[in-house]
T-cell receptor
């Protein structure tokens, strides 16, 4: 049973345009969400997070939106840059020990 | 160093052999996690250490897997009698262990079982 789902395995956008990466979750007990970015042969790098008491968190070009009623969150990157090309993982801590439950990731390609 | 360090970066071994993977967390981080990522999959939780508390081993897939941590420093993940399905990237992460503190990952060990 996948508690965190990223239904798009890949996304391709043009440089300068907006990238929107989506994530759905099933566990209504999740109260904190994180996005990680991963380049090949490197570990995931923390990007941005959001607490369930908020519906939006912004950090520079990155904004995460949370819709609790729909159990859906999205990561917006604007403007997208070629260096943003990576796999993006959505994650949430579950089980009380802060262990993270990850989605399968979305591979973003930003074309120059 | 400033980040989480894992060794070796790559390990190729024959089926049935034992392997030991090492993780050096960020200094001051009390929490340490092991995950693995199989090809085309997301990260799967394996085990979690927090200070002197009993570890959360709920993610270990079989009794061939074990892990230890010395105080709040180095951790080793041991896989005994390796099987081909153990092939994956094994990732270690550490954090301050407090709520809403993000985990910081090492670059992982790519394990290949022949």
């Amino acid at each position: 049973d996948q508690q965190v789902k990223q239904n798009s395995p890949s996304l391709s956008v043009q440089e300068g345009r907006i990238s929107i990466l989506n994530c759905d979750y099933t566990n209504s007990m999740f109260d904190y969400f994180l996005w990680y970015k991963k380049y090949p042969a490197e570990g995931p790098t923390f990007l941005i997070s959001i607490s369930s008491i908020k519906d939006k968190n912004e950090d520079g070009r990155f904004t995460v939106f949370l819709n609790k009623s729909a159990k859906h969150l999205s990561l917006h990157i604007v403007p997208s840059q070629p260096g943003d090309s990576a796999v993006y993982f959505c994650a949430a801590p579950g089980g009380g020990s802060e262990k993270l439950v990850f989605g399968k990731g979305t591979k973003l390609t930003v074309n120059p | 160093g400033a980040g989480v360090s894992q060794s070796p970066s790559n390990k190729v071994t024959e089926k049935g052999k034992d392997v030991e993977l090492r993780c050096d967390p960020i200094s001051g981080h009390t929490a340490l996690y092991w995950y693995r990522q199989r090809l085309g999959q997301g990260l799967e939780f394996l085990i979690y250490f927090q200070g002197n508390s009993a570890p959360d081993k709920s993610g270990l897939p079989s009794d061939r897997f074990s892990a230890e941590r010395t105080g709040e420093s180095v951790s080793t993940l041991t896989i005994q009698r390796t099987q081909q399905e153990d092939s994956a990237v094994y990732l270690c992460a550490s954090s301050f262990g407090r709520r809403l503190q993000p985990q910081h990952f090492g670059d992982g060990t790519r394990l290949s079982i022949l």
